[in-house]
C-alpha cells in the first residue's frame, strides 16, 4: 500500500469486478485513467467521499501488481488478474457458467472444475484486498455475480464488518439453479453478507428458497437464520440511473443539434426505430431485427420512411457465445439491407461501437420508438435512460416483460421476445399511436423513473445494511450537499 491509501482506513469499501475507470492512452504514449461512464460510480461517488472510500476491482488487462492510486478524488484499489484467470474466471466461470445460468440458459452454460477452483482463487483475493483496505467496523459492500463467494471469505477474515452483497443480475429460479456443482458453496458464500441485494422480490424469493432447501437454515419472509446466532436478509432493491443527469445532458443545445444531424443523416425518415445494447445473446437483438424487417417486407411498413438504428457495444469478444452471436447478427443484417435495402440510407443502420453519454442521448432524442427486448435481462437501464431523456414527453417504448424494468415501467407496450409476431404487432402499435396515448405513457414512466433514481437505491440499500446491523460497525455518514 502506498501513503496514499492507508491500511485499514477506508470507512466505506466497494468491492466490483471492475474498477469505475477505463484506461487512456494519450498522445505522448503516457497513460492515465478515465472514470468509466456507469452509473453506479456517480451513485456511489458522493458517499465515497463522505466516508473514506476505496472502490477495489480489477483494472482490466493482466497488469501484475498495479499500486492503489486516486484519481478524481477516488481511492482506487487495483486487483490484478493474470491471462489464465481472464480465461477460467472471468470469461469462463463468470461468463461461460454463471452468466447463462442466471439468466434462464438463454445460452448453454459450461461447467468445468478448473473454472470454478480460479473464480475460488480470485474472490479470495478480492475478499483479502478488501480484509485489509477497510477500517474497523467499517462496510463493505460487494457487487454482483462475480464475486458471489467474497462476503464469506471476508466475514471469516474480519467479522467486525458490516457486509452487504447486490446482485445486478437476475437470480434464477431454483430449478436451473440447482445444475450448479457448486450451488451450495455459492449459497453459503452469499450468505455471508447481512444483506442481499436483488434487482426483484421473485429473485430474493428464489434465493430463499434455495437456502432452505439446500442449505437446510431455517427461513421466515425474507429472512434466513443461521446456527451461530446471525441473521441474513435477502430483498429487492431495483436499481435504477442517474436520470437528472440524463435530462440535463438530453435538454442541452449540443445534444438537441446532434440528435437533428442524426435524423438528417438518416435520410428524415418519419419513424426512428433504436436499439442499444452490448453485444449479448441476452439481449434479443435478432428477434426484434427480425421483426421490423418482416413489418418492411409485408408492406407494413414503407422501407423509405422508417429506419432501424441497432448500436450493439463490444462486449467478451474471446468467449465463444459472443463471436457466433456477433456473426450471426452481421448476418442477419447483411442479409436485410441486401434483400430489402434501395440506394439510400440502410433499412438498419447497424453500429458495432460504443459511444459516449452525450452520443446516447442523442440517440436517445432522435428515435421514435425505442426497442428493448432482452430474452431475460436484471434490470435494463436503457430502457430508464431512454425516459429520462425523453423530457418532451413523446418517444415510445417497446419493452420485453423479461426485462426487470417492465416491473416498474408498466405503461410501455410490454413484448414475449420469444413471439415473433407479439413484438410485429407491438412495434406497429407504438408506431401509430396518437401523440396523447404516447405522452400519458411516457409521463407516467417519467415519474417512476425521477422517483427512483440510482442515489435513492444506493441510499435505500445502505440504509437498510445499516438498520440491519445497528449495534455493530460505524453508521456510513450519508453524502454530503454539495
Ligand atoms: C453487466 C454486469 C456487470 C458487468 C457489465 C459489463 O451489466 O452485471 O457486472 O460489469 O455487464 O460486462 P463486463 O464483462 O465487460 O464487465
Known sequence: MNDVIRKGSADLVIVANRLPVDRVHDTDGTQGWRRSPGGLVSALEPVMRANDGAWIG???????DLKPFVEDGLQLVP???SADEIEEFYEGFANGTLWPLYHDLVAKPEFHREWWESYVTVNRRFAERAASVAARNATVWVQDYQLQLVPQMLRELRPDLRIGFYLHIPFPPAELFQQLPWRRQILEGLLGADLIGFQLPGAAQNFIRLVRQRVGHKTHRDMVYLEDGRSVRAAAFPISIDTAGFEELARSEPVAQR????????GNPSKVFLGIDRLDYTKGIYPRLRAFSELIADGHLDVEDAVFVQVATPSRE???????LRDDIDRLVGRINGDLGRIGPPVISY???????????????????MVVTPYRDGMNLVAKEYVACRFDNLGSLVLSEFAGAAEELRQAWLVNPYDINGMKSALLEACAAEP??????MKAMRKTVMDKDVAAWAASFLDELAAIRPSHGKTV?????T
Open 58 to 64: 480489477w483494472p482490466g488487462g493482466t497488469d501484475v
Open 79 to 81: 486487483v490484478s488478474l
Open 259 to 266: 440528435a437533428a444531424e442524426i435524423r438528417e443523416a438518416l
Open 318 to 324: 474471446r468467449v465463444e457465445q459472443y463471436r457466433i
Open 351 to 369: 453500429l458495432h461501437s460504443s459511444y459516449p453519454r452525450e452520443e446516447m442521448a442523442a440517440l436517445y432524442r432522435a428515435a421514435d420508438i
Open 436 to 441: 396523447k396515448e404516447i405522452s400519458r405513457r
Open 477 to 481: 455518514r450519508p453524502a454530503r450537499r
